[in-house]
């Protein structure tokens, strides 16, 4: 500080270049936090539509979501990565190709529909990662051998991790930490 307090003046060689550095930073930050909010929220939505199958429309009636075949059914796995593996809170791990088949397998045994859904609880974001933890919900028609087709609920608490890859999410990683079934009047029938 000059005499009585007064601040000397910045010459104009260096004045100019610092105040073009402070506005394009303060732009840069004015600019470019709420698109990243925004970005992470649209992410977010993607993922959820993947989650409830809104790429999967059945061939019986248009319905979104619903799986009625063995084929519709490995379409479905389209968003999972080459190296994706599921681990069940037994410790069993299984690959893509190992739950698409089980599906089929269903299928081909009674498996009528099948419809899931997800409630996203947590959801991270950072560059092309999420990491989601949601509680899901399965809604299943089964035919018996007697001909008569029943309802079977699985709900589920999950962490999955997700990559962007070419622009598009895949799923890498789940981890069930619960799975429970249910019978058509309520009564549980397995708990993983």
Not at 5 to 11: D, F, H, K, N, R
Not at 24 to 49: D, G, M, Y
């Amino acid at each position: 500080m000059g005499a009585k307090g007064i601040v000397p003046a910045m010459p104009a060689k260096i004045a100019r270049p610092a105040l073009f550095l402070l506005f394009t930073l303060l732009s840069f930050f004015a600019f470019s936090l709420p698109v990243r909010a925004q970005t992470a929220e649209e992410e977010k939505k993607a993922i959820l539509a993947l989650y409830q199958g809104d790429d999967i429309v059945s061939t019986n009636g248009g319905e979104k979501g619903i799986i009625r075949s063995a084929e519709q059914a490995k379409q479905s796995f389209k968003h999972y990565a080459k190296d994706y593996v599921c681990i069940f809170p037994d410790g069993k791990k299984q690959t893509a190709q190992d739950l698409q088949n089980q599906l089929t397998m269903m299928f081909r045994n009674g498996l009528q529909s099948f419809k899931a859904d997800a409630d996203i609880t947590k959801f991270v974001f950072k560059d092309n990662t999420a990491t989601v933890e949601m509680n899901g919900k399965a809604t299943m028609e089964l035919r018996r051998k007697d001909g008569i087709t029943v309802p079977l609920i699985t709900e589920s608490k999950g962490r999955d991790f997700w990559v962007k890859e070419k622009g598009q999410w895949l799923i890498k990683r789940s981890r069930l930490l619960t799975n429970k079934g249910f019978a058509p009047d309520g009564t549980q029938v397995y708990q993983q």
